[in-house]
């Protein structure tokens, strides 16, 4: 019987020849990533093992972005912990604030291979899924536990395939998709389960595009949400000189369930205040004003969702407040170098550093008693960015967020005149 | 391990960590205690302050879903809950809270029984309770059974916490 994609990567890091639906494994990670939370972790770590040196510190990958440059003195203490943490234990690979969003550093610095475990004490690590490997989120105790001995338990879980047939229409992009199918499948309809994305419209994606999809695969409750590797993921992963096996699902793999859906007749979506299955058409929603527009994060914050943003905002000034804050410096350097930051400067942009900033509340770019926001990010719980009487987060694609930036109420971007 | 306690009926699905701890203060340093203030503030501000040692929470499906953040586990049980009966529980919240030995248990059936009968308990006197050992949750006149616990799970939860059992496991 043939064995998916999950099935495949568990087996491989607990060291089986296979696994089952349901068996209890102990995986091995390539990386464990962690973030500002790092400081919290070390000292959970020191409670566990005291001074003794962590399992391998060249597979521990630390990246500062959720305060990121420190607003106040409790943020800037929190760093200097970590930073000492990570000069005591020899850590290789730490990103200090402003290279960039973990999850976007992540790839970018030829961490993530494909057919492994990337474990990460964020919801968020299931992104990686994008290039092939396993993203599992993990809390913080539980990252504590793998700095100490390399690995954690795992329930194999189910798996979910889905199918994306048909073919985008021009202006749809990844995170309409990937908003369609939360709101088909539900925030709780892929609970535990492991995703696997196939399909002509996802075989034709971008890495980017990728990653944007299985971002969100954390927002239907995923464990893991994968696209299993392909010659995309191959030409990406070129010039990092990575010895990797492309592990791959098998023909007759068994899924537990399966979804199917054509996207050809697909219009820009968003995701409706206070939950990410709350979607429906842009089309459908009432005249809807906002006053700030989120354009970044680790959902829609790379290269390709700058240049759809910039597209339609050039010539353009906005009438609502505008935060751009890109995935990373070298997202930030390219836009720079095509001329979108100008664009966005022009428009009345707030270009911020590669950072979370708004997303989460935690610094940069709050919201009022009363506001509304519309964001490229992949949460709009009640309160997220910051206040709790803000009126409403609608999630939507870069394009119609910039579209809605520009006329003050949110719009398809094939409206905006 | 058995516990009875004043049912907190939390009615909504899908009641996400920003909303149990929000995000504002995931960042802050803070002992568990001051966690605890901050429990469910932006979902019920009377929690924190009103919340007693031994209460229950009652909830629907998908508790916990959303961040990773540990804080959404720790502030409850500093609030004094000493364990949630959910309709479901997102997969990071369970992992949470069994690393942390807070006792979670799913029941549908359980918990829509306690949404029935929410008068019963306005007063604030009457409790369920929830047996580990017989796998039953006994509200008012009925009881609910649910199936053990994973042995993975156990063994953590037994240990204390996965602090602790991950100690034990690099003494040996």
């Known amino acids: 019987m043939g064995h998916n994609l999950i099935q495949k990567i568990l087996a491989k890091a607990s060291g089986k020849e296979e696994v089952i639906t349901g068996e209890i494994i102990f995986a091995s990670p390539h990386r464990i990533l962690t ?16 001074n003794r040196q962590v399992w391998d510190p060249d597979r521990i990958f630390i990246a500062l972005d959720h305060e990121v440059p420190p607003p106040h003195e409790k943020a800037a203490t929190n760093h200097q912990v970590i930073r000492d943490f990570v000069k005591k234990r020899g850590i290789k690979h730490f990103y200090d604030g402003g290279t960039g969003i973990c999850h976007q550093v992540l790839p970018e ?59 985008l229409r021009e202006g749809i992009t990844a995170k309409d998709v990937i908003l369609a199918i939360i709101g088909k499948i539900s925030a709780s309809g892929a609970s535990y389960m492991a995703v696997e994305y196939h399909g002509p419209v996802i075989d034709h994606m971008t890495i980017g595009g990728r990653m944007t999809i299985c971002n969100m695969a954390a927002e239907m409750g995923a464990k893991a949400g994968m696209v299993p590797a392909d010659n995309v993921t191959e030409e990406w992963l070129k010039s990092f000189n990575m010895e990797y096996e492309k592990v791959l699902p098998d023909s007759d793999a068994v899924y537990e369930h399966e979804v199917v859906l054509d996207v050809s007749d697909l219009e820009p979506q968003v995701a409706r205040p206070h939950k990410v299955d709350n979607v429906v058409p842009v089309s459908q929603l009432p005249e809807t004003q906002i006053d700030v527009a989120l354009l970044g994060t680790c959902t829609n914050g790379r290269l ?25 410096r070298k997202v930030m350097q390219a836009a720079s170098k095509e001329g979108l930051l100008d664009i966005f400067l022009e428009a009345g942009g707030q270009v911020a550093v590669p950072a979370c900033g708004p997303c989460l509340g935690a610094y940069g770019g709050c919201l009022a008693p009363g ?12 309160g997220r960015m910051g206040c709790k009487t803000d009126t409403g987060i609608y999630l939507a694609s870069p394009a119609t967020v910039a579209a809605s930036a520009v006329t003050g109420k949110i719009i398809k971007a094939e409206d905006l005149n | 391990m058995k516990f009875a306690g004043k049912p907190w009926i939390f009615e909504d699905d899908d009641i996400n960590t920003d909303v149990i701890f929000p995000g504002k203060h995931t960042y802050t340093p803070l002992t568990p205690e001051q966690m605890a203030e901050h429990a469910m503030e932006d979902y019920d501000p009377s929690f924190a302050k009103t919340a007693r040692k031994g209460d229950i929470i009652v909830t629907g499906k998908n508790f916990g879903c959303g961040s990773s953040r540990e804080q959404a586990v720790i502030c409850l049980k500093y609030a004094g809950i000493d364990c949630i009966v959910a309709g479901s529980f997102a997969r990071l919240f369970f992992r949470n809270s069994i690393n942390s030995a807070l006792p979670v248990v799913e029941s549908q059936e359980a918990v829509d029984y306690v949404f029935e009968n929410r008068e019963k308990f306005a007063s604030g006197e009457e409790k369920i309770s929830v047996d580990f050992d017989s796998g039953t949750i006994t509200i008012l006149d009925r009881t609910f059974p649910f199936p053990p616990m994973d042995e993975q799970a156990l063994e953590i939860f037994s240990a204390g916490g996965l602090v602790e059992y991950t100690r034990k496991k690099l003494e040996n």
């Open chain 1, 35 to 50: 973030h500002d939370n790092s400081a919290a972790i070390s000292k959970t770590y020191a409670k566990i093992v005291g």
């Open chain 1, 109 to 167: 610095e030829g961490h993530v291979k494909p057919g492994t475990v990337i474990f990460g004490s964020d919801s968020h690590t299931t992104t990686h899924g994008s290039l092939g490997a396993a993203g599992i989120p993990i809390g913080r105790t539980e990252a504590a536990s793998v700095w100490a001995i390399g690995k954690t338990w795992l329930k194999v879980p189910e798996s979910m395939k889905i199918t994306v047939n048909g073919s």
């Open chain 1, 304 to 328: 390709e969702d700058l240049r759809e943003a910039a597209s339609v905002l050039k010539g353009h000034v906005t009438k609502s407040r505008l935060l751009v804050y890109p995935a990373s």
């Open chain 1, 371 to 382: 506001e509304t926001a519309v964001s490229t990010a992949n949460r709009n719980f009640k």
